[in-house]
C-alpha cells in the first residue's frame, strides 16, 4: 500500500463522504462514484430518514476529520425522552443524569452537503454522481458503472475499492455472485416497517412541541417518533406492523381508516400533522433490516464498510454513528503501519466486528424498549434509579443507554454486556423489593443501591463468561 495507490469508493452517502475526506487527508487519491444525484442540487430525500441522531462516537470521528464544529453547527441537541400518552398527557426521561450528555438531530442531507464540500476542497479527491455500480469484478479490482445521466455504461479500476453503497451494496452482492471465497451473509427484517410524516413549524416558524426532546408514542405493538429540525418542523415516523393487529400498513388504505388510527391513538399528534392523509398516502413505507456478513473484505483488493457490511434497525440512534466510527477505527489502523490492504483489512475486521454485531443486537432490544417497556411502571422505576446513580456518582455508574451513547472510548460489545448485567442486577433488586424510588433518597442510600448494583453485575458476567453468553 502506497500514498500513490488509487482509492475507489462506490457511495458518497455519510460513511463513504467521511471516507473519503480522511483518506484524502492522508493523502491517497481518492475517487468516489455515487448513483444518486448530488444532493446538493437535488431533493432526494423522497419521505427517508431525513434526520438522524449524532451522539459522541459520530461526534469523535467528526473531530479526527476536523468537522465536529462544523456539524454542530446544523444540530439540535435533545436530553431526553418525551413520552406522550393516549390522554396527550406526557412525561419526561432524560438520556443520563450527568449534566452535558445529550444526543443531537441532524440532517442526514445536510451533513453529508458539509462532508462532501469538505472532501472536494482536497485535490485529491473526484466524486462522480448519478453513477450507479452494477456489479465489482472483485478479483481484478474493477467496478462496472452506468451512467443515468447518459445512459453509457463504464468501468473503473483502482488500488483498492471500498464499498460503502449501503444496505443493498453493489460490492457485497459481488462477493455472492463472484463465489472466489466462503461468505457469510444473513438479513433479517422486522414484520415493522416505517413511514415518515411532519410537523410543521407554526406560523412564526418555531417548533410547536419541545425541540429539546426525541418525542415517543409508544402503544405497545407500535409506536411514532418525532424528532426536530433547523426549520421548526419535526419529522415524525411511524413503526407498524406490515400485517398484524387491528392496524397495520396493509389495512390502512382509506382515508376514513387513516384518519380514525391517528385520533384513536394519537390524537394530540394528529392535531399537529395537517397533511396526514396525502402524506400518509404518497410517502413510501420503508423496511427495517439487520445485515450481518463476514468476511468483510477481500484479500488485499476490497472491503465493505458502514450499512454495506452491518446495516442496523434505527432504534438505539446509531447506524451513522457506528459508520463514523467504522472510519475512526479504520484510521486507527492504518496508523500501525501494516505493511500491505491486507493485513490492514483483516486487523480492522478484527477490531470492529464484534463491536457492529453488538449494536444491530442492541437496536433490536431497544425497539421493545421504545415500543413497550418506556411506559412501564418498572421500567420508569429503574430509569429514576439510574439517573440518580449517574447524578450522584457520574464516574462510577453509567447506565446501559449511556455506556452506548456517551462513552465512546468503551466499544458497543463491552458496553452490551456490562450494561445487560447492570440492568439484570438493578430489575432483580427492584423485584425483590431491596431498592425503591418512592422518596428521594440520600447520597449515602444511593451509595448502598451502587454497591449492590456493582456486586451483583460482577456476579452476573462472570456467569455469563463460564455460561458463554
Known sequence: MKKEDKVLIIGAGLCGSLLALRMAQRGYKVEVYESRPDLRKVDISAGRSINLALSDRGLKA??????????????????????HDTQGNTFASNYSGREGEYINSISRGDLNAILLDEAEKHKNVTIHFNSGCKKVDIENKVAHFKSYDTAEKFKV???????????????????????????????????????????????????QISKGHLHIWPRGDFMLIALPNMDGSFTVTLFLSYDEGEYNFNNLISEEKITAFFKKEFPDALALIPNIKEEFVNNPTGPLGTIKCSPWFYQNKTLLMGDSAHAIVPFYGQGMNASFEDVFVFDEILNQNLGDWNAVFK????????D?????????????????????????????????LEKHFPNQYSSK????????????????????AQDKALLNLIADDKVHTNLEMTKNELAVILKKVEQQTKEILKEDKIAGL
Open 62 to 83: 467528526l473531530r479526527l476529520c476536523g468537522m465536529e464544529e462544523k456539524a454542530r453547527e446544523i444540530c439540535i441537541p435533545m436530553y431526553g425522552r418525551l413520552m
Open 157 to 207: 479500476k483502482a488500488d483498492v475499492i471500498f464499498g460503502t453503497d449501503g444496505a443493498g451494496s453493489s460490492l457485497r452482492k459481488s462477493y455472492v455472485s463472484e463465489r472466489k471465497f466462503l461468505f457469510s451473509y444473513s438479513q433479517n427484517y422486522l414484520n415493522h416497517g416505517y413511514k415518515e410524516l411532519e410537523i410543521p413549524a407554526d406560523k412564526n416558524g418555531n417548533h
Open 347 to 354: 486487523a480492522y475486521q478484527k477490531a470492529r466486528k464484534h
Open 356 to 388: 457492529t454485531d453488538a449494536i444491530a443486537d442492541l437496536a433490536i432490544d431497544n425497539f421493545y424498549e421504545m415500543r413497550d417497556h418506556v411506559a412501564n411502571p418498572l421500567f420508569k422505576e429503574k430509569r429514576k434509579i439510574e439517573m440518580d
Open 401 to 420: 443507554y449511556s455506556l452506548v451513547t456517551f462513552n465512546e472510548n468503551i466499544g458497543y460489545n463491552e458496553a452490551m454486556q456490562r450494561g445487560r
